[in-house]
């Protein structure tokens, strides 16, 4: 962008050959772009060498400006005066950190919307704004071109990398800090004077970076990025043996490899217990044979943190083992799911794979104990994407609503329409307090309690998390109507994630699987530790 234009100056500009329009005061020269424009180019004829703002808003979602930003040659009106009211004003609004965000109701979290809160300090105010420009400019643009590619670019991880956020949402709440260094890193950098000083991180922190992450409005993105990672890193953080760690974390925190998570087989998904992989003893190692069915990233990953069976029948003989891509006999193919297309879904053979002892994580035939106590990790991470996938599906609603007039009434004025995004605030709003609440006791209470106590919770909180995520997603298709029927244009985000839903609400346990268990543990834990009389 460039120079400053008048309004009489680009109602010249109104030819095939040289068109121009005004959008939110800025200056676009679509003169090359008439043909390529997929509306048609009568219609920006039509409104050529005039403010179209308002035709352009009834039609496109904001971001296409930011995605053709090469056709805007300049503004409309003058120059500012170095040092002017422009740059003021702007310096003002961005420090105003009590408030954050589009103030759309019910869009963010209420502490961006001027609520106190006794959870957040300045540093997770400021990584919320580190992680938000992150998302809207590096991936919300381009998070539709990924899905229908079903990949993101490996250039991301490095990215990630850099920023700190592998790292961070690699070790639930805690930095692995032997495995990175704080300075190679934009967010830790500077000791005491960084964006989040590295002794001050806390599990509030990683929600925020998922929360904000969950904005581009696509789980395949999300999952894409940092599926692998966020469950299949932490049982070797957790577990592992040191020389395995010093090999392998380091590496996948640096975004130059990438890691998986390999359990769910083709007959055994939420009943791991029963799991048939196999890993036969066989001088220093195993030999693994068996398949493994809906692996994220999968289709990509260097490691696979693998559940094996090592020892009998159920629970008491399965392990953890890093299998590797490069290990003959290891073949994995993108598998084609309805849903989260960019995120490496695959289907694995293992077939007499040698794996040396050094990959096996922590000891013989615990495994499941591993596996069960990642899962409370990994359904936390479930929880605070669907209800941000959630709250994102109820923001482009209230947007589109508050725009698109139906009998000449626009659609948040009609009651029922209202009605359905009450329904879907009262939700997201009650699902964000209880998972404000859970992540605190995960900070507070000692750690080896909570996998007993908040295992039973945690359970219904993704039930409860992905049923909400259900209903919204529900909702908005209905009041984008067509727009949320078809794939890109204002309805993408929407349509995207209503076609997600099912991969938030089954893997990592299914909400049947969920409910039952949480309310089982919870009587568990009532009876047995605070003495309750059942
Ligand atoms: C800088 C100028 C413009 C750009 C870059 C642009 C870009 C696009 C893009 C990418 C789409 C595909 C749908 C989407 O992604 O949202 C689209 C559709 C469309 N555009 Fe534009 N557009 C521009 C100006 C205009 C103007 C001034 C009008 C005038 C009314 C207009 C009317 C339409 C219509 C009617 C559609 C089809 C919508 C549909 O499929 O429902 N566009 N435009």
């Given at each position: 962008m460039s120079g400053y234009f008048s309004v009489s100056q680009v109602a010249s500009h109104t030819s095939e050959n040289d068109c121009w329009v005004i959008i939110h005061e800025k200056v676009y020269d679509v003169s090359n772009f008439l043909n390529d424009h997929p509306g048609g180019k009568k219609i920006i004829l039509k409104n050529a060498g005039t403010d179209a703002t308002k035709q352009f808003d009834a039609f496109h979602n904001p971001g296409v400006l930011e995605k053709y930003g090469a056709l805007c040659i300049g503004s409309v009106g003058e120059p500012p005066k170095a040092g002017g009211e422009e740059e003021t004003a702007a310096v003002s609004v961005e420090d105003d950190e009590f408030q954050f965000g589009d103030m759309i109701p019910y869009g963010d979290p209420s502490w961006y919307q001027q609520w106190g809160s006794p959870y957040y300090n300045d540093s997770h105010r400021r990584i919320r704004r580190y992680v938000r420009k992150f998302v809207d400019t590096d991936i919300m643009p381009f998070a539709h071109e990924w899905d229908e590619a079903k990949q993101v670019p490996m250039m991301l991880f490095k990215k990630c990398a850099e920023m700190g956020i592998l790292a961070a949402v690699a070790g639930n709440g805690v930095l692995?800090?032997?495995?990175?260094?704080?300075?190679?890193?934009t967010l830790f950098r500077g000791g005491d004077n960084a964006i989040v000083p590295p002794q001050d991180f806390d599990a509030f922190h990683g929600f925020i970076i998922f929360d904000e992450l969950s904005r581009c409005g696509s789980g395949g993105v999300l999952w894409g990025i940092l599926g692998g990672l966020g469950i299949g890193l932490p049982p070797i953080i957790k577990y592992g043996s040191e020389e395995l760690k010093r090999r392998i974390v380091p590496e996948v925190l640096a975004g130059r490899k990438t890691i998986c998570l390999a359990i769910t087989e083709p007959q055994a998904g939420s009943d791991v217990a029963n799991l048939t992989a196999v890993a036969n003893e066989m001088g220093d190692g195993f030999v693994v044979n068996g398949e493994k069915k809906w692996i994220t990233n999968g289709t990509f990953a260097d490691y696979f943190t693998t559940a094996v069976r090592t020892g009998g029948d159920g629970m008491g003989g399965v392990s953890l083992l890093v299998i590797e891509r490069g290990m003959p006999g290891v073949s994995t193919r993108q598998m084609k799911c309805s849903g989260v297309w960019s995120s490496g879904t695959a289907y694995i053979n293992f077939e007499d794979v040698k794996v040396p002892r050094a990959n096996i994580v922590g000891k013989e035939n615990r495994g499941f104990k591993y596996i069960m106590n990642n899962f409370n990790h990994e359904r936390m991470g479930i929880v605070i994407q669907a209800n941000r996938l959630a709250r994102v599906c109820l923001e482009e609603a209230i947007k589109y609503g508050s725009k698109r007039k139906t009998f000449g009434v626009?659609?948040?004025?009609h009651p029922v329409l209202r009605n359905k995004l009450a329904h879907m605030a009262r939700q997201i709003e009650a699902t964000h307090a209880w998972t404000e609440n859970v992540i605190y006791q995960t900070i507070t209470m000692p750690e080896e309690l909570q996998p007993i106590k908040l295992g039973g919770p945690i359970a219904l909180l993704k039930a409860q998390a992905t049923q909400t995520l259900e209903y919204c997603a529900r909702e908005a298709s209905q009041i984008f109507g067509g727009l949320a029927y078809t794939r890109g244009g204002q309805g993408e985000k929407v349509e995207r994630i209503y076609r997600e839903v099912r991969a938030y609400a089954i893997p990592g346990g299914s909400e049947e699987i969920m409910l039952d268990l949480g309310m089982r543990q919870s009587i568990k834990v009532a009876t047995s530790m605070y003495g309750a009389k059942l």
């Open positions: 692995p800090t032997e495995y990175f260094n704080l300075e190679d890193t626009k659609l948040v004025n």
